[in-house]
């Protein structure tokens, strides 16, 4: 039996294409416990997510973390879901298409795109599957993490190239590593908040809540706390903001390790006991809202921030179909692809070139 995945079927007459994956994190499939077990169970077996020694840590996932955290997780996913499924994968399919359909606009090139999950479906192999099915020699893998951590672009980029060990015909794979400083991404982000205090008032003072990550990552080389402070500071600047207007804080704290300080529920507090009147909160390290932004800063940050006494909590959405953010993460991918694409590629031309390929392969006796 053969290490490697079948081949697609191809034909010399069949044009090569430029294959775009956009990655997530994912999401289990449905908000009940046993939807959320095994996505779990896959999100925190991952080395890079758990770096405890893993005979140690599988007996305490399987033992205690499995029996107890899916019913927990799921009426938290429940409180969330919409019509259409997990925010996540509403918000990341969406941006895909529109993607699709503004660098179709933009560019003549032979472009396919697909949405990998490095957790739950649709998986990055699946993704890869299917762009290679299309066709594509060429692929760019887009994280869509702005800044990178081991724990979630490494290991997306992981999934990729265990996927590319089962190929026999490899596709070139092209990394995105982040764009914590990109200029389009900042602008986005600006105008998002820009928009909400138009719409409703400027607040007495921006919260910007980033995912966190145990303390030992920064003390082992992860830049994931630097990259994090300098969208911090790009955001304020595009905002015009003093150092006291704003707060960068870090949420998502799990177990008893410490992590990246400051704690965002422990500043929510704070903040409440101050007796701020309007709190504007955002979080600049999701693209697209998701639980951590819609369950546990939304709904738990604004309890807490209101149980301290706190005045009145303002979430600001993610960039989700933002038309700014669009247009930056379609100016990412045209200059990711840097090489790969031909100004005045022409589908009848490529078309004539495949034709005579098909040719020459008949000729030399390939079968099609």
């Avoid at 490899?170 to 900042?186: C, E």
């Avoid at 003072?205 to 966190?212: A, D, P, R, T, V």
């Avoid at 303002?314 to 100004?343: F, H, M, Q």
Wanted: proline residues 7%.
């Amino acid at each position: 039996m053969s290490r490697f995945l079948p081949e697609p079927e191809f034909s010399h007459d069949q044009p090569a294409r430029i294959g775009v994956l956009l990655v997530n994190l994912g999401t289990p499939d449905a908000p009940t416990a046993a939807a959320v077990k095994p996505y779990l169970r896959q999100f925190l077996s991952d080395p890079r997510v758990v770096e405890i020694p893993r005979i140690v840590w599988q007996a305490i996932l399987r033992g205690i973390i499995l029996n107890i955290r899916p019913k927990k997780s799921a009426h938290k996913y429940a409180s969330i879901w919409s019509k259409e499924g997990s925010p996540l994968q509403v918000w990341t399919q969406k941006q895909a298409g529109l993607l699709k359909g503004y660098l179709g606009e933009r560019l003549n090139a032979p472009l396919s795109f697909a949405v990998g999950m490095r957790y739950g479906q649709p998986s990055i192999a699946a993704g890869l599957d299917k762009l290679k099915a299309e066709g594509c020699d060429r692929i760019l893998l887009m994280p869509l993490y702005p800044q990178y951590a081991a724990s979630t672009t490494a290991t997306a980029c992981d999934a990729a190239f265990a996927r590319l060990v089962s190929y026999r015909n490899q596709p070139a794979l092209r990394t995105l590593r982040s764009f914590h400083d990109d200029p389009g991404y900042i602008a986005a982000l600006a105008n998002q908040v820009r928009a909400h205090w138009q719409r409703e008032g400027r607040g007495d003072h921006l919260l910007m809540s980033f995912h966190g990550l145990p303390r030992y990552t920064l003390d082992k080389g992860d830049p994931y706390h630097c990259h994090c402070h300098k969208t911090a500071r790009l955001l304020a600047e595009a905002l015009e903001l003093q150092t006291g207007d704003y707060t960068l804080t870090f949420q998502s704290r799990f177990g008893k390790a410490e992590w990246l300080k400051p704690y965002t529920a422990d500043v929510l507090t704070q903040l409440g006991k101050a007796k701020v009147g309007q709190l504007d909160v955002i979080c600049p390290g999701f693209v697209s809202d998701c639980l951590e932004t819609l369950e546990e800063i939304a709904i738990e940050g604004k309890e807490s921030f209101l149980i301290a006494g706190g005045g009145n909590f303002r979430y600001i959405p993610c960039l989700n179909d933002n038309p700014k953010w669009i247009t930056a993460l379609a100016d990412l991918v045209e200059r990711e692809l840097s090489g790969w694409l031909v100004p005045d590629w022409q589908a009848e031309y490529a078309t004539g070139l495949a034709r005579e390929s098909r040719e020459r392969a008949r000729t030399l006796g390939a079968p099609k």
